[in-house]
């Protein structure tokens, strides 16, 4: 793998991706917004006099994206380090480059101070490999690790292999209990159903249980409770739900592992389908909301009970059950 070091002049564009650094600093965001002044002694001296974590301190960070999410992550954390410090360039980027990326010139490799070849093709081969990204984090020394969306970003092996470094490395997200416990449709709703969220009727209604936040597991007879083991547990849970109904796979996701069933005699076919699709995935069986519209918010928060809501979008426009547009 090649490396090369660049030094060029970069957007003051975006504003906010710093705030998740901060938390990875023990900075409270709280405490963030409470000084005006800049800090001519960088990085430490930002850390140290808003009580943060010394051996913490973040100063060079890999981008383990491309394309649009890398540039805005560059832009966001560059205009926060200006405006703090006085130094756009506060913060060292190691930008992860394929020659597809690099044929296409792609802008966050312009924006990159350290840019890495990675092998080429899927992205098993580059963002999404996780071996790949902690043996480039652990040679170029980096602090933390920023994996955006898509890719690496919702593996908790990657947040958990991270933390096993010596030096341990940051992961600007989540940890990987919270992380492996939502990122699962069952766990995550037996979690929201728990916790007194509204939940729409599913064949794990009523299943409540405890989080355990060092593991990020449920009781295994929880989880067991709310599975659809079977075509036919398929079929009997389907009737109590009421059609049209939705069958899902845990670990499913853009776009597979998902049937809309509105008749008895479907039920097991498409039971098998979405087993077939998403192989050793836990099933479970949703009521269909119609008429409705596909709404998500983004929360943001910190170790130390800051949260903030960034603002909602809708995604109602689909294709085959994956988003095409976020409005």
Same mark, same amino acid.
């Given at each position: 793998?090649?490396?090369?070091?660049?030094?060029?002049?970069?957007?003051?564009?975006?504003?906010?991706?710093?705030?998740?650094?901060?938390?990875?600093?023990?900075?409270?965001?709280?405490?963030s917004?409470?000084?005006?002044?800049?800090?001519?002694?960088?990085?430490?001296?930002?850390?140290? &006099?808003?009580?943060?974590?010394?051996?913490?301190?973040?100063?060079?960070?890999?981008?383990?994206?491309?394309?649009?999410?890398a540039?805005?992550?560059?832009?966001?954390?560059?205009?926060?380090?200006?405006?703090?410090?006085?130094?756009?360039?506060?913060?060292?980027?190691?930008?992860?480059?394929?020659?597809?990326?690099?044929?296409?010139?792609a802008?966050?490799?312009? +924006?990159?101070?350290?840019?890495?070849?990675?092998?080429?093709?899927?992205?098993?081969?580059?963002?999404a490999?996780?071996?790949?990204?902690?043996?480039?984090?652990?040679?170029?020394?980096?602090?933390?690790?920023?994996?955006?969306?898509?890719?690496?970003? &919702?593996?908790?092996?990657?947040?958990?292999?991270?933390?096993?470094?010596?030096?341990?490395?940051?992961?600007?997200?989540?940890?990987?209990?919270?992380?492996?416990?939502?990122?699962?449709?069952?766990?995550?709703?037996?979690?929201?159903?728990?916790?007194?969220?509204?939940?729409?009727?599913?064949?794990?209604?009523?299943? +409540?249980?405890?989080?355990?936040?060092?593991?990020?597991s449920?009781?295994?007879?929880?989880?067991?409770?709310?599975?659809?083991?079977?075509?036919?547990?398929?079929?009997?849970?389907?009737?109590?739900?009421?059609?049209?109904? +939705?069958?899902?796979?845990?670990?499913?996701?853009?776009?597979?592992?998902?049937? +809309?069933?509105?008749?008895?005699?479907?039920?097991?076919?498409?039971?098998?389908?979405?087993?077939?699709?998403?192989?050793g995935?836990?099933?479970?069986?949703?009521?269909?909301?119609?008429?409705?519209?596909?709404?998500?918010v983004?929360?943001?928060?910190?170790?130390?009970?800051?949260a903030?809501?960034?603002?909602?979008?809708?995604?109602?426009?689909?294709?085959?059950?994956q988003?095409?547009?976020?409005?």
């Amino acid at each position: 793998m090649a490396e090369v070091e660049v030094d060029r002049p970069s957007s003051q564009l975006g504003a906010s991706a710093a705030a998740a650094a901060n938390n990875f600093m023990g900075v409270p965001a709280s405490e963030s917004f409470r000084f005006h002044r800049r800090f001519s002694g960088g990085v430490p001296e930002y850390v140290r &006099e808003l009580g943060g974590d010394k051996g913490r301190v973040i100063e060079k960070v890999l981008i383990a994206n491309n394309g649009v999410g890398a540039v805005k992550a560059i832009r966001s954390i560059r205009r926060w380090a200006y405006d703090v410090f006085g130094d756009e360039r506060a913060i060292t980027f190691v930008v992860m480059a394929t020659p597809e990326d690099l044929r296409a010139n792609a802008e966050y490799i312009r +924006m990159g101070d350290v840019i890495v070849d990675v092998p080429g093709g899927s992205n098993n081969h580059n963002y999404a490999n996780v071996t790949l990204i902690v043996e480039l984090a652990r040679l170029h020394g980096v602090h933390a690790v920023w994996a955006g969306w898509g890719h690496a970003s &919702e593996n908790p092996i990657l947040p958990d292999t991270l933390a096993r470094s010596d030096p341990p490395i940051k992961f600007i997200g989540p940890a990987g209990p919270p992380m492996r416990a939502l990122g699962d449709k069952i766990g995550s709703t037996i979690i929201a159903q728990t916790a007194g969220v509204p939940c729409i009727a599913w064949n794990g209604s009523g299943v +409540m249980a405890d989080y355990d936040r060092s593991t990020g597991s449920l009781p295994e007879k929880a989880y067991n409770d709310a599975t659809v083991g079977s075509a036919t547990e398929a079929l009997e849970a389907a009737k109590k739900v009421g059609f049209p109904v +939705m069958i899902k796979a845990s670990e499913g996701g853009g776009g597979k592992g998902i049937r +809309m069933v509105d008749k008895e005699e479907n039920v097991q076919t498409a039971y098998r389908q979405v087993c077939g699709e998403v192989p050793g995935s836990p099933i479970f069986i949703m009521k269909l909301s119609s008429n409705s519209r596909h709404l998500e918010v983004q929360l943001l928060a910190d170790e130390y009970g800051d949260a903030v809501a960034l603002n909602g979008r809708d995604c109602s426009v689909q294709r085959r059950h994956q988003k095409i547009i976020e409005e």
